[in-house]
């Protein structure tokens, strides 16, 4: 067992800095020091930097994007560091006053040098639709 001790793994920091253009757009600059549960091994610890930007198109249309890039470093039965590097994005569209309908999709890129077959490339996205009452 191995536990997140020590000021290294278990001192815990988010910031972010946001700006706002327009009263329909904003632009955040992110960092966050964390540490969360592995199914393989005691946990991983991280650091995580983010730009993300969410605005309106239209009156009726809006729009979010992120992208971000992680520094991962396992800890415990298995022990490696990998990297992150992704991209998020979605558009959503309130057609009327109950229902709203959105498109998302999102690309994840791992690289892992100490163990060069967990890298991969993973592609998604998701059609939603809301409804108010």
Do not use: C
């Amino acid at each position: 067992d191995a536990d997140a001790t020590g000021i290294p793994d278990s001192l815990l920091f988010v910031a972010e800095l946001e700006w706002t253009p327009s009263i329909a757009s904003q632009l955040t600059l992110g960092y966050r020091k964390d540490i969360q549960d592995s199914w393989f091994t005691n946990y991983v610890a991280y650091h995580y930097g983010f730009l993300r930007y969410q605005g309106l198109l239209a009156s009726r249309m809006g729009l979010e994007a992120e992208l971000g890039y992680r520094k991962e470093k396992y800890v415990g039965e298995v022990t490696r560091d990998d990297q992150l590097i992704q991209g998020k994005g979605g558009l959503a569209y309130k057609a009327s006053e109950w229902l709203q309908v959105g498109l998302k999709g999102f690309w994840v890129r791992r690289l892992s040098p100490s163990s060069p077959l967990a890298e991969y490339d993973d592609f998604g996205g998701t059609l939603e639709l809301g409804f108010d009452y």
